[in-house]
Each structure stands twice: as C-alpha cells, then as structure tokens.
Antibody, heavy 126, light 108 residues
C-alpha cells in the first residue's frame, strides 16, 4: 500500500525557517518524481514545486511564489522527500501536502498526482 | 502566469448529471487531471490524462476534452459526491504545474 506521511509543520515567525519531511512507503520511491502542493486555510490548491528522479538528474522546478526561498530535495536511500522553507511569510501559512507524480507503465512521466499524503500545517505568524 | 478557470460552484439534484468545466490556453497541448477533495481530507485523483479513470473510482465519473476546455462529468450524482473539485494541468512547456481555482459541487 502506497503511503506518504508528512511531518515537520508548526508555528514559525515571519522571516523564519522550517523543514518539512515526507516519508514514503509501498512503492519504489526512486522511480518517481515527487511534488509539494499547499493549501491555505479556506483556499484552493497551489503547486509549490517538484523534484525529478535520479534518471533525470534530480532537477527541480518551483512556483514563482516560492522560488529562491524554498528548496526541494530527496534522499532515495531513506525514501524521503524534503521541503526547506526559508524567509517565511504570513502568506505561506497552509497545509503542505507531498504528492507522487503519475508514471505510466511505459515509464513516461506525467504532471498529475496519484497519491497524496494527509498534509502538515505550517503557520507563519508573530 | 498561466491560469486554469473553473466555475466557483455547481449545484445539482441527486440522480442528475453534473458538469464542471475548466478552461486554459495550454489544454490542447497538456493533459488535464481532476481531483475530488472533501473537508479535512487530502485530494483524490478521479480523472487523469483528460479522460482516464483510476481504479476504484466509480464509473459515473468521466472526463472529456475539447479545444481549450476540459470537462468533468458526474452522471447520476449521489450525496457523497458533494465536494470541491479541482482541475490541474501544466503550462505549455510542461514545466510548471497549475491548478484551477476549484468548484464546489453542491448536491441539493
């Protein structure tokens, strides 16, 4: 059974930093692209960014709203995904989800997400 | 920046057909995906690659595409289908993921 479990959320002051983790199990983590998606209270879903796999040089992409402040990384040996968040702003307050990117049977990569974690809440407030 | 546009709300009676649209200039080039999200829960994929249905998703959920608009259709709507629905795709380069603003489906 595929499982994604986020951790590391909490209360942080504006300008502070936080590191989120996502522990994956039930599938070959190293095969998949992995993404972070967030949802501010009462708002819609917002893509944060992506890390590709080793075969694609672990390259990353970021939404404009977080580029230069957030860094996505992964440790395939630990089946774990990370989100380092620096220079946090009040508008970064949200539930942060990790999500597994779809991979076709032929090995093709897609931008959709077939599994999501339950999310971890990050609150940026003084 | 690239945007996907959804109606904020759709209302239907039980047993009727609900159609939720999503418009975006890059949709002719990029696949669309649809997610159902109930309060306090993570999103669930209900349609992928415009019209494919994941295993475990009821047959009443279907997707279609025409030009710059994709549509999620729920036939024979049930009370349990009341939720927020989000479309998702990518920009024309396929690099950046984008979500629509979400549609609240109300079952009257």
């Amino acid at each position: 059974e595929v499982q994604l479990v986020e951790s590391g959320g909490g209360l942080v002051q504006p300008g502070g930093s936080l590191r989120l983790s996502c522990a994956a199990s039930g599938f070959t983590f190293s095969d998949h692209y992995m993404d972070w998606v967030r949802q501010a209270p009462g708002k819609g879903l917002e893509w944060v960014g992506r890390t590709r796999n080793k075969a694609n040089s672990y390259t990353t992409e970021y939404a404009a709203s977080v580029k230069g402040r957030f860094t996505i990384s992964r440790d395939d040996s630990k089946n774990s995904l990370y989100l380092q968040m620096n220079s946090l702003k009040t508008e970064d307050t949200a539930v942060y989800y990790c999500a597994r990117s779809l991979r076709g049977s032929s090995g093709s990569y897609y931008v959709g997400f077939d599994y999501w974690g339950q999310g971890t809440l990050v609150t940026v407030s003084s | 920046s690239y945007e996907l546009t959804q109606p904020p709300s759709v209302s239907v009676s039980p047993g009727q057909t609900a159609r939720i649209t999503c418009s975006g200039d890059a949709l002719p080039k990029q696949y669309a995906y649809w997610y159902q999200q109930k309060p306090g829960q993570a999103p669930v994929l209900v349609i992928y690659k415009d019209s494919e249905r994941p295993s475990g998703i009821p047959e009443r959920f279907s997707g279609s595409s025409s030009g710059t608009t994709v549509t999620l259709t729920i036939s024979g709507v049930q009370a349990e289908d009341e939720a927020d629905y989000y479309c998702q795709s990518a920009d024309s380069s396929g690099t950046h993921v984008v979500f629509g603003g979400g549609t609240k489906l109300t079952v009257l």
